[in-house]
């Protein structure tokens, strides 16, 4: 069975980092592409970025140059690096690996970005 545990949520003033883990068991995670979304209470899970197995990433624009999602496939853990968080960010942020045509999520990590 498929299980993913992200941690290193919390708050964070604005400007902050965080790092944000996702550890995986019970897949092959190495040819899995690796996902982070995130969600507002109200609104629906919106992908942040996402990494495949060769390592390529794909960030959506808001967070271009402030966040960077890196893997380490002999820990099984994808990572989130997020840099200059803005209040914007607030979310729960989720992992979600993707292979063989099913995706797992992990339940989920807060994050608020607050003075």
């Known amino acids: 069975q498929v299980q993913l545990v992200e941690s290193g949520g919390g708050l964070v003033q604005p400007g902050g980092s965080l790092r944000l883990s996702c550890v995986v068991s019970?897949?092959?995670?190495?040819?899995?592409?690796m996902s982070w979304y995130r969600q507002v209470p109200g609104n629906q899970r919106t992908l942040v970025a996402y990494?495949?197995?060769?390592?390529?990433?794909v960030y959506v624009d808001s967070v271009k140059g402030r966040f960077t999602i890196s893997r380490d496939n002999a820990k099984n853990t994808v990572y989130l690096q997020m840099n200059s968080l803005k209040p914007e960010d607030t979310a729960v942020y989720y992992c979600?690996?993707?292979?063989?045509?099913?995706?797992?999520w992990g339940q989920g990590t807060q994050v608020t970005v607050s003075s």
């Open positions: 979600k690996s993707s292979a063989n045509f099913r995706d797992y």
């Open positions: 019970g897949s092959v995670f190495g040819r899995s592409v």
């Open positions: 990494i495949t197995g060769q390592g390529n990433t």
